[in-house]
């Protein structure tokens, strides 16, 4: 999960963790086999991928099943359809919920969604009945900012390259973008020395709601539920937790 709240935040950062190996796989899979599609096999040119890759290795992904993602996005090996989906629904307490899923049965994955937020006194919606609330940045996060020198010449640098905003959060620097920004960003702090912790497109919610901690705990089994879908790639909401 990609949030932007506090507590949003931290799960993200734990998500990895979180997820069955098993799951891990699938869904980053997925993920270089969608971006080699589109963009063709190579890192060097195909920034989507060298993110996915990235991605991958972070999370202990064999070198041959990062391969075998790439060829069949290409159109080799295996033969799978894998494809983009976004998903809106509704959630308990006012929640608006953004689902990215990376597919290969549209109807699979709508159907086992909807059942997710039925269960939990949530609805999809139709298309563009939340996504108005919520608008794409690009995100880079830095773990541990006390290890970088000259921070003041660094934001200026990463101003000019197309930085919209720099915050610390305690330890962390976060750093956003216009998505199209994003790559220019990554790559001026890569040839600063720092290697960012995380570099991904993400929705914001443009306005957030509190909810309750009974909606709290519904929203949890929702998120937990969405973690362990193999299609789910990524989902954002717009709630601030009762305890926050």
Same mark, same amino acid.
């Given at each position: 999960m990609s949030g932007h709240s506090k507590w949003?935040?931290? @799960?993200?950062?734990?998500?990895?963790?979180?997820? @069955?190996?098993?799951?891990?796989?699938? @869904?980053?899979?997925?993920?270089?086999?969608?971006?080699?599609?589109?963009?063709?096999? /190579? +890192?060097?040119? *195909?920034?989507?991928?060298?993110?996915?890759?990235?991605?991958? *290795?972070? =999370?202990n992904i064999p070198k041959e099943n990062v391969e075998r993602a790439i060829k069949r996005g290409l159109g080799e090996g295996e033969k799978m359809q894998i494809e983009e989906a976004t998903y809106e629904a509704f959630g308990p307490g006012g929640a608006a919920i953004v689902v990215e899923a990376l597919t290969d049965n549209k109807n699979r994955t709508t159907a086992d969604l909807r059942r997710i937020f039925n269960k939990y006194e949530g609805t999809l919606g139709g298309q563009n009945s939340i996504l108005w609330m919520f608008e794409k940045k690009g995100t880079l996060r830095i773990a541990e900012a006390k290890k970088i020198e000259n921070k003041e010449e660094l934001e200026l640098g990463l101003?000019?390259?197309? =930085?919209?905003?720099? @915050?610390? &959060?305690? $330890?962390? %620097? =976060?750093?956003?973008?216009?998505? $199209?920004?994003?790559?220019?960003?990554?790559?001026?702090?890569? /040839?600063?020395?720092?290697? +960012?912790d995380y570099a991904e497109i993400e929705w914001f919610a443009k306005n957030?709601?509190?909810?309750?901690? &009974?909606?709290?705990?519904?929203?949890?089994? %929702?998120?937990?539920?969405?973690?362990?879908?193999?299609?789910?790639?990524?989902?954002?909401?717009? %709630?601030? +937790? /009762? *305890?926050?």
């Open positions: 949003a935040k931290l @799960k993200h950062f734990k998500g990895a963790l979180d997820v @069955k190996k098993s799951s891990l796989f699938t @869904k980053l899979g997925h993920l270089i086999t969608v971006a080699a599609r589109q963009g063709g096999g /190579s +890192p060097e040119t *195909n920034f989507k991928l060298r993110i996915a890759i990235e991605q991958a *290795n972070k =999370a101003i000019d390259a197309g =930085a919209k905003d720099i @915050k610390e &959060e305690g $330890e962390e %620097i =976060a750093i956003y973008t216009q998505p $199209e920004k994003l790559q220019e960003v990554k790559e001026f702090l890569e /040839s600063k020395g720092v290697v +960012p957030y709601v509190k909810i309750s901690e &009974e909606d709290q705990k519904k929203i949890d089994a %929702i998120f937990a539920e969405l973690d362990e879908d193999p299609d789910v790639n990524d989902y954002y909401t717009n %709630i601030i +937790p /009762s *305890n926050f």
